[in-house]
């Protein structure tokens, strides 16, 4: 706490914590893109709620626009504050974060065979989704008090500790993609801290001598995905059905795609989990090969766009905010396209700004109110 309160300190006193003022600063490319992406999002869920309505009564469509409208006040809030204060409070909320996901391992829900929910009367939480964006601040934190110290491998290694714990424990959730997500982001921030190389070619080299053991620690079904990615035709009516049915929406949409509404594989409910998982595959189907790289190109503009804020923020802690937001969303934009198309064994990682779930969408968009705020303040900083 005395550290906390020392690093509070730090802070130039006359800068204000909150700066409303801040809101007439944004980054309007960044908005722009995020904007276009929210509305793919919002069009695609509509499409897939068509004609549907879930045991609450309740349309996707119409939940999916409130995470949107929540997701998006959440953001504007995280621009108005200034982010070293919330990165001096990380160590506080990455606590937090591992307090929660050890609470959700004794008392949680089980979802399709996962402990890793809380429920609130007709919603779900989901901790792990949190846990990634306090984890993000917790190494920003920690790698922007070390600077230099960060080419010690004991150092680097610490650094991997910080990600490793809330990985491990959503591992121990039966949630093996998420956490996945921690292995880009811890890699992406300690490089863009500096740390050596030939440091993280021995952690590279190191994981890869572990891989017989993790294997052996997934699940049953688990280890039947990557067995059925090979050679989906081996197991058609269980494990491979889901990479055949995918492979078949996304290549009947052909150039232009069948309209929106008018996907067979999803509406006609062969492909399941087409709102969350396979979102893509519905896109595809119903817009074509020309629709599914328009969302690509404009991620790809987005991921830069963040890239480019990163590179502009002349402070270490900004810098590697930016930076583990970008990695983190790029991660589950490449893992989930790559999932649909069948180029990598199927885990349940969503897609930004499509795929139906709050939890995510909140993360998604409090990442992009982070790059925003860090992008605001970059004037104040002088040159690194």
Not at 23 to 41: K, N, T
Not at 226 to 234: H, L, S
Request: charged share 15%.
């Amino acid at each position: 706490m005395s550290q906390i309160a020392r690093d509070l300190n730090l802070m130039d006193s006359h800068i204000r914590i909150v700066n409303w003022r801040n809101l007439r600063h944004l980054d309007w490319i960044l908005v722009i893109l995020v904007g276009a992406l929210a509305y793919m999002g919002l069009s695609n869920m509509y499409s897939a709620s068509y004609g549907y309505e879930g045991a609450d009564s309740t349309p996707h469509f119409v939940r999916q626009a409130l995470f949107l409208g929540i997701g998006t006040v959440f953001a504007l809030i995280i621009v108005c504050i200034d982010y070293r204060f919330l990165v001096a409070l990380a160590p506080l909320t990455y606590a937090a974060a591992i307090l929660a996901l050890l609470a959700v391992l004794a008392v949680g829900l089980t979802v399709k065979g996962g402990r890793s929910w809380f429920r609130v009367g007709t919603f779900g939480f989901q901790p792990s989704e949190f846990a990634k964006l306090a984890t993000i601040f917790m190494l920003a934190w920690y790698l922007s008090r070390i600077g230099p110290r960060i080419r010690k491998f004991q150092y680097l290694l610490l650094a991997f500790a910080i990600a490793g714990v809330p990985s491990a424990l959503i591992a121990a959730q039966s949630d093996a993609g998420t956490a996945l997500t921690y292995v880009p982001v811890v890699f992406v921030m300690v490089f863009v801290a500096g740390c050596r190389k030939r440091h993280l070619a021995a952690i590279v080299l190191l994981g890869a001598s572990l891989v017989p053991l993790a294997w052996m620690q997934l699940e049953p079904y688990q280890r039947d995905r990557v067995k059925t990615f090979v050679d989906p035709t081996k197991a058609p009516d269980s494990e491979g059905y889901q990479i055949i049915q995918t492979k078949i929406a996304v290549g009947s949409g052909e150039m232009w795609g069948k309209g929106v509404g008018q996907g067979t594989q999803t509406h006609l409910r062969f492909l399941p989990e087409y709102r969350t998982d396979f979102i893509f595959s519905l896109l595809a189907e119903e817009r074509g090969f020309v629709g599914g790289v328009i969302l690509l190109a404009l991620f790809a503009g987005f991921l830069i766009r963040g890239l480019v804020l990163s590179e502009e923020c002349r402070e270490p802690a900004g810098n590697l905010l930016a930076a583990g937001c970008v990695a983190i969303l790029a991660f589950h934009v490449f893992v989930n396209v790559a999932i649909t198309i069948h180029l990598m064994p199927i885990t349940g990682l969503p897609l930004p700004f499509l795929s139906y779930g709050g939890s995510f969408y909140l993360t998604t968009m409090m990442c992009v109110g982070t790059m925003l705020s860090v992008n605001v303040r970059k004037g104040m900083f002088a040159e690194k």
